[in-house]
């Protein structure tokens, strides 16, 4: 299931990568799912496990916006996209994704 919701999530057209993470930061699923990848965003992952305050994060560089959403048990999503997205529907996206991982993680934990 985490395989093709973080897949889907990197087929949107402005999203460059994807990525949910357990509860320790090691990478469940990764899209494209190469070590440049994946390093990258479990590093950047780190500045969420900062603050509980938040559900949500954003990152924003010169080339990239990173936003990072915390789930349920302790595990977290983290979408990179181009930083002239359009973040109202990236949002929208990562919405309905955090949906449908939150569901199944939970079903999965009874």
Known sequence: MEEFVVSDLAKMVNVKNAAMLDDNGFIIAAQPD???TKNMLAKLAEIHYISNEFQQTSII???LILIVNRLTGGNTLIVGCDSNSNLGLVRQEIDSAVSRLDSYLQSKQR
Do not use: A, Q, S
């Open 34 to 36: 190469d070590k440049k």
């Open 61 to 63: 560089t010169e080339t």
